[in-house]
């Protein structure tokens, strides 16, 4: 059972706190700023109170950081004498020879850097170096364990109700405030959606989801965001300062962030923000650069009372609220209207009551008012209104047939008998919607014929796509309607109407189609896609006409032309280009047909004659053979140091448009490409610029140089540092360099070449050998090897870790530098004869004892072998017979120290398995057992604890369960005190057994004296406090009977359990 969750483990300067896999270090002041120790005051008692740390002073060159001063809020007149005197000091110092000047300088500089600083940033600067420092180093930790321990870091209590999911990991050498610390924690429990609010005493953890809480985040003033972290939500009061609030919000809301709110007070010119500090700062220094408002400098708002006299308070209060900025209540039975706002609206408010009181009176104002209309011209109706109310504002309503009229009242009287005098006389006649199917008729043309008919009665609508007609009318208006359309469709839809097909021609057939319609408006005409053919719907004796007049435009165009197809072969343009040219200049009506084959550059056109003479001469004009142009040269120049796209820029300003120039940075060249006439010149200025001599502009050769294997990487590095400007490029084999390069730099790359494959004696060919290793470690040696010889030596190493040898591959003299270290390496001794042998490890980690073992063997035979099996607990060694009685001694002395006992321990009160529980939480969780973990058993029968560990640990488990309430373990002789085998008393040892019982506890008792003699042969007893116990009859006999405390009464019944009573399970002999 774990006391607690911390473990403090003292070092020389700094606390360092494990928590459950994490580890926090709490720093201290840094051993300079420590002081020198004080003399520990000795009180009258003996104890010895440590007396406490004197705080460093302040190191004043620290204001040189910028987030210090922003945190110090630090004007630009005292940031820029505090740089002034930072020199000054550093100056001085330079200057100082002693210590004793040093000092004096420091102090100096301390008084003017104070006198500098107010009491509250001085105050301010000092908290923020005299807090705590904590450094992070968490693995993995669950949230509620790291902010238990930063809450306890920073002396406030932890209040959460939803722990923040997953873990935390951060590990960082940086010392952190606990402001920062806080801060930084904040930062990361953002994305997460929570936050850490400090307020007060507490560290509140908030669950974000549902925003802000209410009253839950703490309000500052402005002044306190310097001492807050940049990730803490506050509520700041920033004032308005002549500012109007409605223009500072449209500045602010931008910069809130996701869970900050912001509200304008008007009536104390305040702004109330919550967010983070961050944006509050911000939000601070965006409000510095709103310019003030003439109407807030004013003053402050006022109530002001507006009576009228004239005009009408309602219509004045919405003209008010539209103009002015401020609160309008509007008392209409007292004809007055309230105004709060600041004095420069409300004078505006009162020009604008005084221009209505002055220019309408009651008389005059304009009223809106709806009229029936029966009249029939409805233009002629409104011009006669003008004429009678020239001031007044007049529409129609055409949906409901209503006047609209917008005047004053006396005009209002005017337009009203203006009405009665032109309606008809008599009451207004009804109106009906009948709903007609125009058959065979176009709407457009029956709305035509109906015209006449439509009068302000009558309202028309008309369904072009369901070809139908709405007519709302009166009934009269409705039979005449009526009358008309069947008149209409009676002639349209006769029997004598027969559809008819007609041959024209492209394009011919649309020309027909439109002259047609224009003719005869009730046939229908309709054409195919291919415009060719004309289908017609119309009587005998529109179709004597259409015949004639698609006999007359038959196969020929609008001016009696006939279209004939020619072929055009183009020699130079396209086809398909010429093709889009000349369909631009046509149109469909001109019945020009243009077909393209872009592979045999033709064209087919279908035209009449004048258009082919026309198609002809563009043809000719277009299809012309293109200037020749003056063939171009490429030129490649190598760049050497220069840049490309610098000599690029340089060149293409100095270079006429027709020389293109592009940069290889890769391959480090230069291409120019320019008309032969002008390639002299351009070379002549490339070579200048590049600083090359005549030839710069030689060609480049790729050639492959063969080498001896891993020899072409070293040919490589020479290669690349005499000629810089070349390119070299190696196989994998390192045998073949390959070298783009000039035909005098191939010339040199030749000679280095020839110079490296100077043959050698077949004596000096490398060749592999093998050397037996017996104490070396391979590796090691290898390593050693490699660095001993050069890269350039050639020299291969391989390790065969299995059979114990390093293998070469090295010249002959290479190989005598090789033996002769191995041997030096690997002594005569080494190949004594080797043993192995095995080590039983009772009550000894194994771990422990292999890495003793190691230790020991080392310097004795660095090639010894050492496993441990855990199954069987054995060490397995083979080595020297030295070795072996090294280990034989380790052994030994492992032996003689405190072995594993055995022992066993009776439970009176505690139950076997809780008791056991407790104990592994002690040493750890079971998955985490080593060899010198204690064995635990529970024998829940008979309430023991079989134990088995070293002397230590078996002290250590008594005192805990002797600490748990269990009388009688503290020592090993002690655990069979008081017990007995036969049915005593309560204080029997080893024979009582408590059970807590909550609920109904006679109940419990009377179940477990039915099912007691199922499982048990022995008597079971129920004592209660302050009473008598009770046999169990049916527990086979009455051992129980008669047994009461001293000086109570016997209970009646077999059994007396009371409220409070116990449950005690005895067992018998």
Request: charged fraction near 20%; hydrophobic fraction near 45%.
């Amino acid at each position: 059972m774990k006391t607690s969750l911390f473990a403090r483990l003292v070092s020389c300067v700094a606390c360092t706190w494990v928590l459950a896999g994490a580890v926090l270090v709490v720093c201290g002041q840094p051993p300079a700023a420590v002081p020198a120790p004080v003399p520990a005051a000795v009180p009258a008692g003996g104890a010895v109170v440590p007396s406490a740390p004197v705080p460093a002073p302040p190191d004043f060159a620290r204001l040189a950081d910028p987030g210090i001063a922003a945190a110090l809020n630090l004007s630009l007149q005292q940031t820029a004498q505090m740089r002034q005197l930072i020199e000054q000091r550093q100056v001085a110092l330079t200057a100082a020879t002693d210590e004793a000047s040093k000092a004096a300088v420091l102090s100096q500089s301390d008084a003017a850097f104070r006198s500098l600083l107010t009491e509250d940033q001085q105050r301010l600067f000092v908290a923020l170096f005299s807090e705590k420092q904590l450094r992070f180093n968490f693995r993995a930790q669950k949230w509620p364990e790291v902010l238990d321990w930063v809450s306890r870091e920073a002396d406030l209590s932890l209040v959460m109700e939803t722990a923040p999911p997953g873990v935390f990991s951060y590990s960082d050498s940086k010392d952190y405030t606990t402001t920062a610390a806080i801060d930084l924690l904040n930062g990361w429990l953002l994305t997460k959606g929570f936050t850490l609010v400090r307020r007060e005493r507490m560290l509140m953890c908030l669950d974000l989801k549902a925003g802000l809480p209410e009253g839950t985040i703490p309000r500052v003033v402005p002044a306190e965001l310097s001492t807050r972290g940049r990730f803490e939500f506050v509520t700041v009061l920033f004032p308005l300062e002549n500012r109007l609030p409605d223009a500072v919000l449209l500045e602010v809301q931008p910069l809130l962030g996701t869970y900050g709110k912001v509200k304008a007070l008007p009536q104390t010119s305040q702004l109330m923000v919550s967010d983070t500090v961050a944006n509050l700062r911000l939000i601070e220094l965006v409000l510095g650069r709103i310019p003030a408002s003439a109407g807030a400098a004013s003053g402050p708002p006022e109530l002001l009372v507006y009576p009228l006299t004239l005009a009408n308070p309602e219509q004045a209060a919405v003209v008010l609220k539209q103009i002015i900025s401020g609160t309008v209540v509007v008392d209409v039975k007292a004809r007055q209207i309230s105004v709060n706002a600041v004095p420069y609206e409300q004078a505006k408010a009162k020009t604008i009551l005084d221009q209505l009181e002055a220019n309408q009176g009651p008389e005059l104002q304009p009223q809106l008012k709806l009229y029936p209309l029966t009249a029939g011209d409805s233009e002629q109706f409104l011009a006669t209104l003008k004429l009678i109310v020239p001031d007044g504002q007049f529409r129609i309503d055409t949906a409901s047939g209503r006047l609209v009229a917008w005047a004053t009242a006396a005009d209002q009287v005017k337009i009203s008998e203006s009405l009665q005098q032109l309606a008809p006389s008599g009451a207004a006649v009804p109106l009906e919607l009948q709903v007609y199917p125009l058959k065979g008729s176009t709407p457009a043309a029956v709305l035509a014929v109906l015209q006449p008919l439509v009068d302000s009665s009558v309202r028309l609508t008309a369904d072009a796509g369901g070809r139908q007609l709405f007519v709302r009318a009166p009934a009269e208006k409705q039979a005449e309607i009526r009358q008309m359309l069947e008149q209409i469709t009676a002639g349209l839809n006769g029997t004598g109407r027969e559809t008819r097909t007609y041959f024209v021609g492209a394009p011919n057939a649309d020309e027909a189609q439109e002259s047609l319609l224009a003719m005869f408006p009730d046939a229908r005409l309709f054409i195919d896609a291919d415009r060719k053919l004309l289908i017609a719907t119309a009587t005998p004796e529109q179709h004597v006409t259409i015949q004639k007049v698609t006999d007359e435009l038959k196969g020929q165009g609008l001016d009696g032309a006939v279209a004939v197809p020619l072929i055009y072969q183009l020699k130079h343009g396209g086809a398909v280009d010429t093709q889009t040219l000349l369909q631009s200049l046509y149109t469909r009506f001109d019945g020009v047909r243009i077909t393209a084959n872009d592979r045999a550059s033709r064209l087919v056109v279908v035209a009449q004659q004048h258009q082919h003479d026309e198609i002809r001469k563009l043809i000719e004009q277009l299809d012309v053979a293109p200037a020749t142009a003056e063939p171009k040269e490429l030129a490649v120049f190598r760049l050497g140091t220069m840049d490309g796209l610098t000599a690029q820029q340089a060149l293409q300003s100095v270079l006429p448009a027709s020389v293109v120039v592009t940069p290889d940075r890769i391959g480090r060249q230069l291409f120019v490409s320019a008309p032969a006439s002008e390639m002299e010149a351009v070379r002549a200025k490339v070579q200048q610029m590049l600083g090359q001599p005549g030839s710069g502009g030689a060609t480049l050769d790729t050639r492959s140089y063969w080498l001896r294997p891993f020899e072409a990487d070293e040919a490589e590095e020479v290669l690349v540092k005499l000629l810089p400007d070349a390119i070299f490029v190696t196989d994998t084999s390192q045998e073949v360099l390959v070298a783009t390069a000039t035909e005098e730099q191939h010339r040199t790359v030749e000679r280095v070449v020839q110079q490296m494959m100077v043959r050698k004696s077949t004596g000096e060919t490398p060749e592999p050998r093998a050397y037996r290793l017996r104490t070396s470690d391979g590796t090691s040696l290898s390593l050693a090897l490699q660095t001993l010889f050069r890269r350039a030596d050639n020299v291969q190493i391989s390790v065969d870790t299995q059979a114990r040898a390093l293998i070469a591959v090295a010249r002959p003299e290479q190989h005598a530098v090789i033996e002769k270290l191995v041997k030096q390496l690997e002594p005569e001794a080494a190949a004594a004869p080797r043993q192995l042998e095995l080590y039983a490890l009772p009550g000894v980690n194994g771990i422990t004892a292999e890495q003793l073992v190691r230790d020991v063997l080392q310097p004795l035979d660095p090639a010894a072998m050492i496993s441990w099996d855990k199954s069987s607990q054995q060490l397995m060694i083979s080595t020297t017979v030295a070795g072996q009685e090294a280990v034989r001694g380790v052994m030994e002395r492992l032996q003689q120290s405190d072995p594993k006992e055995m022992d066993v321990i009776s439970l009176r009160v505690l139950s076997a398995a809780s008791a056991q529980n407790a104990i592994e939480s002690l040493y750890g969780d079971s998955y985490v057992r080593t060899g010198d973990y204690p064995t635990i058993q529970a024998d829940e029968d008979t309430q023991q604890l079989l134990l088995r560990g070293t002397k230590k640990q078996l002290q250590d488990i008594r005192g805990l369960l002797q600490k748990m309430g269990e009388p009688g373990v503290a020592t090993g002789d002690a655990a069979g005190v008081g017990g007995g085998s036969g049915g005593g008393g309560a204080g029997s040892g080893g024979n009582v057994r408590v059970i807590p019982v909550t609920g109904d506890v006679d109940g419990a008792v009377r179940r477990i004296q039915d099912l007691w003699p199922r499982v048990r042969r022995n008597p079971l007893r129920v004592l209660q406090p302050g009473g008598a116990a009770g046999g169990n009859g049916n527990a086979g006999g009455g051992a129980g009977a008669g047994v009461v405390e001293p000086g109570v009464e016997p209970a009646a019944g077999g059994a007396a359990v009371g409220q409070c009573g116990v449950v005690d399970e005895l067992r018998g002999a």
